[in-house]
C-alpha cells in the first residue's frame, strides 16, 4: 500500500513509518515539524526509495490537498496531533486548530481523492486517538469502545471533536474510516516534556523529578513499538466504521513507575545516592484525571493482537534507549517549553 502518514517525525508517527516502510509498504510522511519534531526520528529510512516526505500544517488546506494529488495515497493514518495536556491548559487554541480543524482538512482531502478514485473498498482513513477521551475511571472498571466520551482537558476535548468528525464522514459520505484510541505510550523518540523521559532526564542530572498531586494517578502503558503494530494490524484488518481500543495491560500508579525507572537508573546508571531520593511531590496539574485502564478484548478477538512487551521489559529498553542516545535528547532542550513546569491554567 502507500499509505499517507501524518505527523510521521513525531514519537508514535515515527515508529508507524519505520515499521511500514520494514513491512514494505510505500509512505509518505507529513509534517509540519513543530517544536516536538524530530526527522532524525526517521533517519533509518530517509533514502529509502518507497519514502518521501512533506513538509505540510493540517491546518493548511490548500497544502494538504496538494499533497492528496501529487501522492494519491491507498490509506491515511493520521497522527499528526497536539497531544501535551500541560500545554492544552495553557494555549487550547492551537489544540483546537490542530486537532480538529487539521483533522476536517484532511477528511476533505481523503474524500475527495476517494471519490476521484471511484470509491475502492480498499481504501481506509485511519485515525488515531487516544483513551482520554473516555474521560476518567474510578478504582474499578475498564473504557471500552462503548464507553461515554466524557473529556476532562482541552487536549482530550479536541481529539473527541476530531473522532466524532472521523464518525460523521463515515455516516455521511461513507468514507471508509477506522479509529483507535489508545493508552498511554512510551518508548525510544519520546519528546522530553512526557512523564517518562522527564523522569529518565532529570534524574542523570541530579535534580528534582516531579511527581504531580500524591503520584496515585493511574496510567496504562503500552509501548510504542507495540502500538505501531497494532496500528498497523487495524489498518490492514479492522472492520471499516469499527473503533478499537489498544491497551498495554500494564496499569501502575505514577510514583510506582517512577520508582521503577529510578530503580532500573540505580543499577545501569548509579549515582552518589539512589535516584528515587530526587523524587518531589508538585501541586496537580488542573482537571488531572485520576484512572485510565483500556479494555483490549475487541483487538484481541477480531484481529488477534495483544502486545509483546511487559512494562518492566519496556522501561528497561526505553531508558537504555535514552542513556545511549544522549545526542538526540540534548539536541531538543533547548526547544520551547522543555525543562519547564506547564499547565498551570492561564488558557491564552
Known amino acids: 500500500m502507500k499509505i499517507l502518514v501524518t505527523g510521521g517525525a513525531g514519537f508514535i508517527g515515527s515508529a508507524v513509518v519505520r515499521q511500514a516502510i520494514a513491512a514494505g509498504h510505500e509512505v509518505v510522511n507529513l509534517d509540519a515539524l513543530t517544536y516536538a519534531a524530530c526527522l532524525?526520528?526517521?533517519?533509518?529510512?530517509?533514502?529509502?526509495?518507497?519514502?518521501?516526505?512533506?513538509?505540510?500544517?493540517?491546518?493548511?488546506?490548500?497544502?494538504?490537498?496538494?499533497?492528496?494529488?501529487?501522492?494519491?495515497?491507498?490509506?491515511?493514518?493520521?497522527?499528526?496531533?497536539?497531544?501535551?495536556?500541560?500545554?492544552?491548559?495553557?494555549?487550547?487554541?492551537?489544540?483546537?486548530?490542530?486537532?480538529?480543524?487539521?483533522?476536517?482538512?484532511?477528511?476533505?482531502?481523503?474524500?475527495?481523492?476517494?471519490?476521484?478514485?471511484?470509491?475502492?473498498?480498499?481504501?481506509?482513513?485511519?485515525?488515531?486517538?487516544?483513551?482520554?477521551?473516555?474521560?476518567?475511571?474510578?478504582?474499578?472498571?475498564?473504557?471500552?469502545?462503548?464507553t461515554p466520551y466524557a473529556p476532562n482537558s482541552p487536549y482530550s476535548a479536541s481529539k473527541a471533536a476530531s473522532d466524532h468528525l472521523v464518525r460523521a464522514w463515515h455516516e455521511t459520505y461513507g468514507l471508509p474510516v477506522v479509529v483507535t484510541n489508545c493508552s498511554n505510550n512510551y518508548g525510544p523518540y519520546q519528546f522530553p516534556e512526557k512523564l517518562i523521559p522527564v523522569v529518565i532526564l532529570r534524574?542523570?542530572?541530579?535534580?528534582?523529578?516531579?511527581?504531580?498531586?500524591?503520584?496515585?494517578?493511574?496510567?496504562?502503558?503500552?509501548?510504542?513499538?507495540?502500538?505501531?503494530?497494532a496500528l498497523l494490524t487495524v489498518l490492514a484488518k479492522g472492520a471499516v466504521g469499527r473503533t478499537y481500543n489498544i491497551g498495554g495491560e500494564n496499569e501502575v500508579r505514577n510514583i510506582d513507575l517512577v520508582r521503577m525507572i529510578c530503580a532500573i537508573l540505580d543499577r545501569l546508571k548509579p549515582g552518589p545516592a539512589p535516584h528515587a531520593e530526587q523524587i518531589a511531590f508538585v501541586t496537580d496539574r488542573p482537571g488531572h484525571d485520576l484512572r485510565y485502564a483500556i479494555d483490549p478484548s475487541r483487538i484481541r478477538a477480531e484481529l488477534g493482537w495483544r502486545p509483546s512487551c511487559t512494562l518492566e521489559e519496556g522501561l528497561e529498553r526505553t531508558v537504555r534507549w535514552y542513556l545511549d542516545n544522549e545526542d538526540w535528547w540534548r539536541a531538543l532542550q533547548d526547544r520551547e517549553g522543555v525543562g519547564r513546569r506547564l499547565g498551570r491554567g492561564s488558557g491564552r
Open 40 to 146: 532524525e526520528n526517521v533517519v533509518q529510512v530517509a533514502g529509502h526509495p518507497a519514502y518521501a516526505f512533506e513538509r505540510v500544517d493540517i491546518r493548511d488546506a490548500g497544502a494538504v490537498q496538494a499533497v492528496f494529488d501529487r501522492h494519491a495515497p491507498d490509506a491515511v493514518m493520521h497522527l499528526a496531533a497536539e497531544s501535551h495536556v500541560d500545554r492544552s491548559i495553557d494555549g487550547p487554541g492551537t489544540f483546537v486548530k490542530t486537532n480538529i480543524n487539521g483533522t476536517f482538512n484532511l477528511l476533505q482531502a481523503a474524500r475527495l481523492l476517494w471519490e476521484a478514485k471511484g470509491r475502492p473498498d480498499g481504501f481506509r482513513f485511519h485515525h488515531v486517538s487516544t483513551d482520554e477521551v473516555y474521560g476518567t475511571l474510578g478504582a474499578t472498571g475498564l473504557f471500552t469502545e462503548e
Open 203 to 229: 534524574a542523570l542530572a541530579g535534580a528534582a523529578v516531579p511527581v504531580y498531586g500524591k503520584g496515585e494517578n493511574v496510567r496504562d502503558w503500552l509501548y510504542v513499538e507495540d502500538h505501531a503494530d
